[in-house]
C-alpha cells in the first residue's frame, strides 16, 4: 500500500478549492482518502485563508513512509515557512 501526499480538486468551475489529503498512490484524484489535512484556496479573497494544513499530520504520515506529490511538497514548505514566521 503506497501512499502519497496529494491535492483533491473541490469547488466549481473557474473557482477551484483544494483539499490536501493522504490517499493511496493507485486511487482516483477525487476518490477515496485516508485522511484529510488540511486546504488550499489558490483564489483567497480578503480575510478568506489561502492555507492551512496540519503540519503535525504531515509530519507522521511522511515518517511513516508516505510520499508527497511535487504540488503538496511546495505547500508543505510554504506553510512551514509561514509557521516558523508567525
Known amino acids: 500500500m503506497a501512499l502519497r501526499i496529494r491535492l483533491q480538486r473541490h469547488g ?13 498512490q493507485a486511487s482516483r484524484r ?13 483564489k483567497a479573497r480578503g480575510k478568506e485563508i489561502e492555507l492551512n494544513l496540519a503540519l503535525d499530520r504531515v509530519d507522521y504520515w511522511t ?8 504540488t503538496a511538497k511546495a505547500l508543505v514548505k ?7 514566521n508567525a
Not at 78 to 84: E, P, T
Open 30 to 42: 477525487d476518490g477515496k482518502f485516508v485522511e484529510n489535512l488540511g486546504y488550499y484556496n489558490p
Open 63 to 70: 515518517g511513516v513512509g508516505a510520499q508527497l506529490s511535487d
Open 12 to 24: 466549481s468551475t473557474h473557482n477551484p478549492t483544494y483539499r490536501v489529503v493522504v490517499a493511496e
Open 78 to 84: 510554504r506553510a512551514k515557512k509561514s509557521a516558523a
